[in-house]
């Protein structure tokens, strides 16, 4: 979770909403990570998680991301959990949850849906205090 807070430090650089996410393997080697981009990129799909997710896939050589852990500062919006679902991974670690656009409980649980045919393990409110604190002091800035 220290390295995507550390990315999600770089979103605000930009004008982004500090959000970072890294994906690592099951030997716990980061194999992927991103932070929002949207802004930068003009680019609505920007999210920190479908930037982690892609790069993993590229390192990796396949979209099926088995064994690996996405880990984000923020609870995953609907598209992002979509995408974690979609690409098999198997844990997801998140540290704040969003009472507005959380998919991973907070709204809804796409993640947990047992319509689904994967449902990765998730561990929600990791180091919540200090992703919160960085989410908070953007929207001080940028209000």
């Given at each position: 979770m220290g390295r995507a807070l550390a990315l999600a430090a770089r979103a605000s650089e930009t004008g982004d909403v500090p959000v970072g996410a890294v994906v690592v393997d099951a030997e716990g080697t980061v194999v992927g990570e991103g932070w929002n981009a949207r802004e930068r990129d003009g680019d609505p799909t920007a999210h920190a998680e479908v930037i982690a997710l892609r790069a993993a896939a590229a390192v990796r050589g396949?979209?099926?991301?088995?064994?690996?852990?996405?880990?984000v500062t923020l609870e995953p919006c609907t598209m992002c959990a979509g995408a974690l679902v979609l690409s098999r991974v198997s844990r997801l670690v998140f540290g704040a949850y969003d009472e507005k656009a959380g998919a991973v409980?907070?709204?809804?649980d796409v993640v947990r849906d047992r319509r689904l045919n994967h449902r990765p393990e998730v561990r929600g409110g990791v180091r919540a205090e200090e992703a919160s604190a960085q989410l908070l002091a953007f929207f001080a800035e940028h209000r």
């Open positions: 396949e979209w099926r991301l088995d064994g690996c852990t996405l880990v409980g907070s709204l809804w």
